[in-house]
């Protein structure tokens, strides 16, 4: 991308020698930082997906953890979450419970350099107006300038032209 762009790979694995060998390709690649999901299938503790994302972290590249429950069959607590934040290279989550509670709860215990995306698009403003700070979307594939002009609007506290736009989107 040449610094044209942020670039975020996904590098996530349900086999944590597999996640560190896709971040390690990432890295050299030049990524900016990497996307790894929760262990899928395996339903680890906590305590295994704490060793998992932390092994990732020991790779260099900023990591930013994906959390969707949905598809992995396990959830990362917010105390696990912020346990993990602690370290420096765990930098955000794509947070794709789908729990509003539990995405207020992170962007409320938060450190104040981690970053909160919403991994959901029909969730986005809901997570912009709790503190939360933007999206990994999927209808910006279609509609880029639509979503980000609504994260944009919903950052700056336009809430009701935000409004507007994501009721568009609500029809993709």
Known sequence: A?????VMAGTGSNCTREALEHTRAAKVAGADCCLV?????????QEGLRRHFLAVAEVGLPVIVYNIKGRTGVNIETETL???????MIVGVKEASGDLAQMQAVIDQRPA???VLCGDDGL????????????VSVASNIVPDKVAEMVRLG???????AE???AYLAKL
Do not use: C, Q, W
């Open 2 to 6: 040449a610094g044209r762009v942020m």
């Open 37 to 45: 999901v929760s262990p899928y299938y395996n339903k680890p503790t």
């Open 82 to 88: 912020m346990e993990l934040a602690k370290n420096e």
């Open 113 to 115: 350099d981690f970053t």
């Open 124 to 135: 986005t403003l809901e997570l912009i107006k709790m503190g939360g700070d933007g999206v």
């Open 155 to 161: 950052l700056a506290g336009d809430f009701l032209e």
């Open 164 to 166: 507007r736009i994501h």
